[in-house]
């Protein structure tokens, strides 16, 4: 991964077109939904929501998916082709000057000088006055971070097709928006307002879009998907806080992660030790496909909310990076996870299947080398790419040595 300059690498899409955020934003919610949606990541891309905004704006074609080839995803091809035709053609939006610390304003309320409210700003990575292709968070991911902070207060809602989301304790009102800005209402004072909204972002920032590949930033940090060799513009992000590179180019063990985050992270690491297990076990040769025999999954819910509660209490650039580096992991594993469990259905569900075959699919997959570049036998294509769900979560284990 190269750590250029954000500002020599940014590009226009191909085709020459600039998108207005808001715009893309809705069109991408419609396309992600017309996707296959299993995040197999062959088309490319680190997942399918990667490779809606990338389709939105012309930097894939519809033939970077090997699965929309398959005959049970031919209206899927119908609805992204009308999708893609009402691709708008807009002024482009360009990124925001960055506030200082992300404030826009902080004032008095208006019903009470006790109180304040403040407008804050998320910032993605993404200079003053460059086009911004993407919005600034991912729906999907903003809410599934959201849901792991309800906790800390009183109601929190958060709506995946809009990336919007609102927060509530005592008489305090939070609001999120896809486009990075977050306001506040009736809070005690402005040291209030930058505290909370340094654990908000810590604990958000993961759900960030990179400008150049339209991949999150818990994928990039990862590194899921075949990504560009220039630096993405994403790991600029962070309007109070900002990530350590040296992290980055150096992904932390579990003695590291365990060391930096106490009991808390190494109950974390524990679970990911048994994830794996399941995870090579089902592919175990001794096991074929037999799903009556397997095990029961283990849940990584649980886990992903508490190392986002970890990269919400950080206290520094370096911890605040190897938190959300492992939030990239375990959404890795969990997609690994969801990938063995829908490949023993859809194996019950057509057992016609070479049973060799399928025994060096899965053995080339236990070692994470399995192999998805060329064409694929139409009957084999749905199954490779859930077993590459798996295999990325073993690679980036056995890369960052976590593979036990």
């Known amino acids: 991964m190269s750590l250029g300059s954000p500002e020599r690498n940014l590009k226009l899409n191909p085709n020459g077109r600039i998108y207005e955020a808001k ?42 998916c090997p699965l929309l080839k398959l005959p049970k995803y031919s209206e899927l091809i119908e609805e992204l082709e009308a999708l893609r035709k009402r691709s708008p053609t807009l002024v482009a939006k360009p990124a925001a000057k960055l506030p200082e610390g992300g404030v826009l304003f902080t004032r008095p309320c208006q019903d009470t000088d006790e109180k304040v409210m403040a407008e804050l700003r998320v910032f993605n990575g993404v200079p003053e006055g460059i086009p911004l292709r993407f919005g600034v968070f991912d729906p999907k991911l903003l809410c599934d971070l959201m849901d792991c902070v309800a906790s800390g207060f009183e109601l929190v809602r958060c709506s995946r097709d809009l ?5 509530e304790i005592n008489d305090m009102s939070i609001t999120f928006m896809q486009d990075g800005r977050i306001n506040m209402r009736r809070v ?24 150049c590949c339209g991949n999150d930033l818990l994928s990039v940090l990862s590194g899921i998907g075949e990504m560009p060799k220039n630096q993405h513009p994403v790991l600029s992000a962070g309007s109070s ?28 690491c524990e679970s990911v030790k048994r994830a794996t297990a399941f995870l090579r076990d089902s592919l175990a040769p001794r096991r074929g496909h037999n799903s009556d025999t397997a095990k029961p999954p283990p849940d990584l819910g649980l886990s992903f909310c508490n190392a986002v509660e970890l990269a919400a209490e950080s206290k520094d650039n370096r911890t605040l990076t190897m938190a959300l580096m492992t939030l990239g992991l375990l959404r890795a594993v969990e997609n690994g996870i969801q990938g063995i469990l829908e490949f023993r259905s859809t194996i019950d569900q057509s057992p016609e299947h070479d049973p060799s075959a399928l025994a060096e699919l899965m053995t080339s997959t236990r070692d994470g080398r399995l192999e998805c570049s060329g064409r694929l036998p139409g009957p084999l294509v749905e199954l490779v790419a859930h077993l590459s769900r798996v295999n990325q979560a073993i690679r980036l284990l056995s890369d960052w040595g976590w593979l036990t």
């Open 241 to 268: 806080t900002s990530l350590d590179l040296s992290v980055v180019e150096s992904p932390p063990s579990m003695d590291d992660y365990a060391s930096a985050f106490g009991s808390e992270g190494f109950s974390i």
């Open 23 to 64: 715009s893309v934003s809705s069109l991408w919610v419609k396309t992600w939904k017309t996707t296959p949606r299993i995040d197999c990541g062959l088309c490319g891309s680190a997942n399918c929501s990667g490779f809606a905004r990338a389709l939105v704006v012309g930097d894939l074609d519809l033939a970077a």
């Open 163 to 167: 990336g919007y989301g609102r927060a």
């Open 188 to 211: 005690s004072d402005k040291k209030e307002v930058l505290d909370l909204f340094n654990r908000l972002e810590q604990s958000l920032l993961g759900a960030a879009i990179c400008n």
